[in-house]
């Protein structure tokens, strides 16, 4: 069925250092691939996302990687801020319909 | 432009009540998805609504049914709640045409607590 895994579930780092967030999906018809933050009593808001035909996208300090053949994709986040402490969520879409990643509690340390 | 708005924000119902949640999109938006969100499983899909129809749904029982209306506005009941029914509802709008690959913009959620 459909599914996604994501890992690490907890992620601590130090202000300034990268964090990389990891998303398998199981269906090949996956075609659109948003990374969502969700901050403590708020809804996910939408970062970054890209499609099934793109390899690569990045935007700021965030990027993210897509390798349709091992069905494997990526959030990078650089130059970490304490701003950035957040549970991030990675998504694969298929017809609409968004299957998600169990979460990422990210603490940035100052 | 305003954000996706749900309301309630907040409820308390017990068990055996039902509940009834909006949820207004984002103007111009006529695709409404919902999902539940808990601890332990995570955000789930409920189902999606494009111009008044139900265009997919996830894995819920029959206690939870949706609709929309003419102006993109979305409703979704949920009937003889449990207390496994406690969750955030989220809701979320998408431009979507067709179903696809748009973008989902949440709104902040109900959360539905069930004693």
């Known amino acids: 069925g459909e599914n996604v895994e994501q890992h690490p579930s907890t992620l601590s780092v130090q202000e300034g250092d990268s964090a990389v967030i990891k998303c398998t999906y199981s269906?090949?018809?996956?075609?659109?691939f948003p990374w969502y933050k969700q901050e403590l009593g708020k809804g996910p808001q939408l970062i970054i996302d890209i499609r099934s035909n793109v390899g690569e996208k990045k935007d700021q300090r965030i990027a993210v990687t897509l390798n349709k053949t091992a069905k494997h994709f990526s959030l990078h986040i650089t130059e970490t801020q304490p701003e950035d402490s957040a549970v991030y969520f990675c998504?694969?879409?298929?017809?609409?319909?968004?299957?998600f990643g169990q979460g990422t509690e990210l603490s940035v340390k100052p | 432009k305003a954000g996706v708005t749900q309301t309630p924000r907040y409820l308390i119902k017990t068990r055996g009540q039902q509940v009834t949640l909006s949820c207004s999109p984002i103007?111009?938006?006529?695709?409404v998805s919902w999902y539940q969100q808990t601890p332990g499983q995570g955000l789930q899909f409920l189902f999606e609504?494009?111009?008044?129809?139900?265009?997919n749904k996830g894995n819920f029982p029959g206690r939870f049914s949706g609709r929309q209306f003419s102006n993109s506005r979305s409703e979704m009941n949920v009937s003889t709640l449990e207390l496994g029914d406690s969750a955030l509802y989220l809701c979320a709008s998408s431009p979507a045409r067709l179903a696809g690959v748009y973008e989902q913009f949440f709104g902040p959620g109900t959360r539905l607590t069930v004693l």
């Open positions: 609504y494009f111009s008044e129809t139900q265009r």
């Open positions: 103007s111009g938006h006529r695709s």
């Open positions: 998504a694969a879409s298929i017809l609409g319909k968004l299957i």
């Open positions: 269906d090949s018809a996956s075609n659109y």
